[in-house]
Protein backbone atom coordinates (compact mmCIF):
# COMPACT_ATOMS: atom_id res chain seq x y z
CA UNK A 1 0.00 0.00 0.00
CA UNK A 2 1.22 3.55 -0.95
CA UNK A 3 0.18 7.58 -0.98
CA UNK A 4 0.24 9.33 -3.72
CA UNK A 5 0.94 13.19 -2.75
CA UNK A 6 0.93 15.82 -5.74
CA UNK A 7 1.08 19.44 -5.27
CA UNK A 8 0.17 21.51 -8.48
CA UNK A 9 1.62 24.80 -9.58
CA UNK A 10 3.19 26.26 -6.80
CA UNK A 11 3.71 30.06 -7.87
CA UNK A 12 7.62 30.80 -7.57
CA UNK A 13 9.99 33.41 -9.51
CA UNK A 14 13.33 33.44 -9.82
CA UNK A 15 16.25 33.77 -11.89
CA UNK A 16 17.05 30.80 -14.24
CA UNK A 17 18.12 30.35 -17.69
CA UNK A 18 21.00 30.58 -19.93
CA UNK A 19 20.57 34.83 -21.18
CA UNK A 20 21.93 37.40 -19.31
CA UNK A 21 18.47 39.30 -18.63
CA UNK A 22 17.41 35.86 -16.98
CA UNK A 23 19.72 36.11 -14.81
CA UNK A 24 18.97 39.66 -13.97
CA UNK A 25 14.94 39.47 -13.62
CA UNK A 26 13.02 37.53 -12.06
CA UNK A 27 10.64 35.24 -13.77
CA UNK A 28 8.09 33.69 -12.95
CA UNK A 29 8.12 29.63 -12.31
CA UNK A 30 5.31 27.12 -11.73
CA UNK A 31 6.48 23.61 -10.30
CA UNK A 32 4.36 20.48 -9.70
CA UNK A 33 5.22 17.84 -7.27
CA UNK A 34 4.49 14.40 -7.02
CA UNK A 35 5.54 12.20 -4.25
CA UNK A 36 4.96 8.16 -3.72
CA UNK A 37 5.02 7.44 -0.17
CA UNK A 38 4.64 3.45 2.06
CA UNK A 39 1.70 3.18 4.00
CA UNK A 40 2.33 4.87 7.74
CA UNK A 41 0.98 4.16 11.14
CA UNK A 42 -1.19 6.65 13.08
CA UNK A 43 -2.64 10.14 12.22
CA UNK A 44 0.73 12.09 12.71
CA UNK A 45 1.74 14.96 10.16
CA UNK A 46 5.58 14.23 11.76
CA UNK A 47 5.29 10.94 9.85
CA UNK A 48 4.78 12.21 6.53
CA UNK A 49 5.51 14.81 4.08
CA UNK A 50 4.00 18.09 5.55
CA UNK A 51 2.47 19.94 2.34
CA UNK A 52 2.75 23.51 3.59
CA UNK A 53 7.18 22.83 4.27
CA UNK A 54 7.09 21.38 1.34
CA UNK A 55 5.62 24.48 -0.46
CA UNK A 56 7.86 27.07 1.40
CA UNK A 57 11.05 24.74 0.49
CA UNK A 58 10.26 24.45 -3.62
CA UNK A 59 9.49 28.70 -3.29
CA UNK A 60 13.27 29.35 -1.28
CA UNK A 61 14.73 27.39 -3.46
CA UNK A 62 13.58 28.81 -7.15
CA UNK A 63 13.75 31.93 -5.34
CA UNK A 64 17.20 31.42 -3.82
CA UNK A 65 19.11 29.23 -6.33
CA UNK A 66 20.36 30.31 -9.68
CA UNK A 67 20.50 28.13 -12.55
CA UNK A 68 21.07 28.58 -16.48
CA UNK A 69 18.66 24.79 -16.85
CA UNK A 70 15.28 24.18 -15.46
CA UNK A 71 16.51 20.75 -15.78
CA UNK A 72 19.14 21.49 -12.41
CA UNK A 73 16.41 23.48 -11.18
CA UNK A 74 14.36 20.60 -10.90
CA UNK A 75 17.01 18.01 -9.84
CA UNK A 76 18.00 20.31 -7.07
CA UNK A 77 14.21 20.75 -5.38
CA UNK A 78 14.19 16.95 -5.27
CA UNK A 79 16.84 16.53 -3.76
CA UNK A 80 16.26 19.47 -1.30
CA UNK A 81 12.75 17.40 -0.55
CA UNK A 82 14.58 13.93 -0.14
CA UNK A 83 16.88 15.49 2.02
CA UNK A 84 14.61 17.40 4.49
CA UNK A 85 12.32 14.16 4.85
CA UNK A 86 15.45 11.62 4.91
CA UNK A 87 13.97 10.51 8.75
CA UNK A 88 10.21 10.33 8.44
CA UNK A 89 8.32 6.87 8.62
CA UNK A 90 6.80 6.89 5.53
CA UNK A 91 9.19 5.59 2.77
CA UNK A 92 9.88 7.97 0.06
CA UNK A 93 9.17 5.25 -2.66
CA UNK A 94 9.11 7.98 -5.62
CA UNK A 95 9.50 11.58 -6.57
CA UNK A 96 8.77 13.67 -9.45
CA UNK A 97 9.30 17.24 -9.77
CA UNK A 98 8.25 19.42 -13.17
CA UNK A 99 9.38 23.32 -13.13
CA UNK A 100 7.12 25.14 -15.90
CA UNK A 101 8.87 28.17 -17.32
CA UNK A 102 5.95 30.42 -19.20
CA UNK A 103 7.82 33.21 -20.32
CA UNK A 104 10.08 31.53 -22.56
CA UNK A 105 11.87 33.05 -25.94
CA UNK A 106 9.20 30.01 -27.35
CA UNK A 107 6.12 31.46 -25.88
CA UNK A 108 5.01 33.03 -29.35
CA UNK A 109 5.27 29.46 -30.75
CA UNK A 110 4.75 26.70 -27.80
CA UNK A 111 2.00 26.93 -24.98
CA UNK A 112 4.68 26.09 -22.63
CA UNK A 113 7.90 25.21 -21.75
CA UNK A 114 8.29 22.22 -18.59
CA UNK A 115 10.77 19.68 -17.64
CA UNK A 116 10.65 16.43 -14.69
CA UNK A 117 12.90 14.84 -13.18
CA UNK A 118 11.91 11.97 -11.75
CA UNK A 119 13.63 9.21 -9.22
CA UNK A 120 12.44 5.73 -7.92
CA UNK A 121 13.39 4.65 -4.37
CA UNK A 122 12.04 1.48 -4.34
Given amino acids: MSF ?3 ISKIKCSGKHGIYNYEKQNDQEFLVDIHINISDFSGD ?6 NYEEIVDL ?8 SYD ?6 KHIS ?9 IEATL ?3 KVTVYKPDTILKDMT ?12
Fill in 79 to 87: EQIVFEYAK
Fill in 69 to 74: LIETLA
Fill in 58 to 65: VIKTVNKE
Fill in 111 to 122: EGISVSYFEEFK
Fill in 93 to 95: QEI
Fill in 4 to 6: DIN
Fill in 44 to 49: DINKTF
